[in-house]
């Protein structure tokens, strides 16, 4: 699976006609919306704020069609600011991800918030996987800035997050995001920072990087130690069952949700290759629960698609004898930590942070396994 197939609309001129159609219609589509979303009781949940329908509804329409003509989002790997370069490990550190001949480990990088980490830093380190379905955003600048100020913030530590491949480019599907997660890894490490005090993160697509970081990391032959503790903020944990827009459109919480269902099933068919078994443990950790000495803290929203995916993950991991704190924000929808600023969300997104915070100052300590927080 070397190049996607590609269609009339998913390559130039037709990606521009279409870009350009869509655009005129929302323009015109948006007067009716801003009336329509007046009353209350016509908003996608009657509590939320006219921004917040308003904002959530163009967020849907904007994946729709970036979905639709399947945008590429090139890596870009020049130095510059907080960007730097990061090269591969050891082959031995990438035990069982080296079988694809097409996807190998490859030189990568990340960028750092505030600042750089220096020797003699005495603060934890958030390596932090951010979201965009597999096939969108880069993790640089400006385009998670949000949610790298709300951690660093909220949590006393530096934050990492790395630009890792996305499967919307060539040579990019699985498991090249997660070999890009294991380079990150192993670079924090050889910086001097000791694994506890690296924490794992990751909203959304981000997050099932961090289950599948975790997996990897208990494979021995790795020699990689387990992180002091794993935050996942609206994680994806059913990446196979999202190829059919059913699992999406026939969702309790479609109708509060923005995630269209192709923009999940563009990232699900980009992300696992045509020659793999779909029942890979990567693919749907819901069905492959495991051991982890690392502490797992999950945050969902309450309107969100992936809610019921979030819950069952936090309870069959716990029936593997782990440590999970579910957390739920009740009136909120999917990965505020990402996109919090642009749904009118702020304000429960950085509650949430908070939350993680007061979680990982516990990490450490003699926990009761399953305890769960619905916040108000």
């Known amino acids: ?89 050891a082959d031995h550190v990438y035990d069982g991800l080296l079988g694809d001949l097409d996807v190998q480990p490859t030189i990568t990088g990340g960028s750092w918030y505030p600042s750089p980490y220096e020797e003699g830093d005495k603060q934890r380190v958030i390596l932090h996987f951010h979201g965009g379905a597999l096939v969108i955003s880069e993790g640089r600048p400006g385009d998670v800035d949000f949610e790298a100020n709300l951690l660093v913030k909220n949590i006393d530590a530096k934050a990492f997050f790395p630009s890792y491949r996305l499967a919307s480019n060539d040579h990019s599907h699985f498991p090249a995001a997660l070999q890009d997660a294991v380079t990150a890894y192993r670079y924090l490490l050889d910086q001097g920072i000791s694994s506890d005090r690296i924490i794992l993160s990751g909203d959304s697509a981000g997050g099932s990087l961090v289950v599948s970081l975790l997996r990897h990391i208990g494979n021995p032959k790795t020699e990689l130690p387990a992180p002091l503790a794993a ?102 929808n999917h990965d505020i930590l990402l996109v919090g600023n642009l749904s009118g969300l702020e304000a429960e997104a950085e509650h949430v942070v908070k939350l993680a915070g007061e979680f990982l100052s516990t990490v450490g300590e003699t926990k009761p396994k399953g305890k769960a927080i619905v916040t108000a």
């Open 1 to 89: 699976m070397a190049k996607r197939r590609e269609t009339f609309i998913t390559k130039q001129p037709g990606k521009a006609i279409w870009t350009l159609a869509a655009s005129i219609y929302t323009i015109l589509q948006l007067p009716f919306w801003l009336v329509f979303f007046v009353p209350s009781n016509f908003r996608q949940h009657p509590q939320w704020t006219y921004r917040q329908a308003i904002m959530n509804k163009l967020l849907r329409v904007f994946l729709y069609h970036c979905s639709y003509v399947e945008v590429k989002t090139p890596i870009q790997l020049e130095e510059t600011g907080k960007f730097i370069k990061i090269r591969p490990s």
């Open 231 to 332: 935050l996942l903020f609206s994680p994806w944990l059913d990446i196979k069952s999202a190829r059919d827009p059913a699992s999406v459109t026939g969702n309790r919480n479609y109708d509060t949700d923005y995630l269209p269902a192709n923009f999940t099933g563009w990232g699900a068919q980009a992300y696992i290759p045509a020659h793999m078994d779909i029942n890979n443990p990567h693919f749907s950790p819901l069905d492959h629960p495991f051991k982890t000495q690392t502490p797992l803290w999950v945050q969902v929203g309450g309107l969100e698609i992936l809610y019921d995916e979030g819950m069952k993950f936090a309870e069959v991991m716990r029936g593997k004898g782990n440590t999970v704190e579910i957390c739920v924000e009740p009136l909120v």
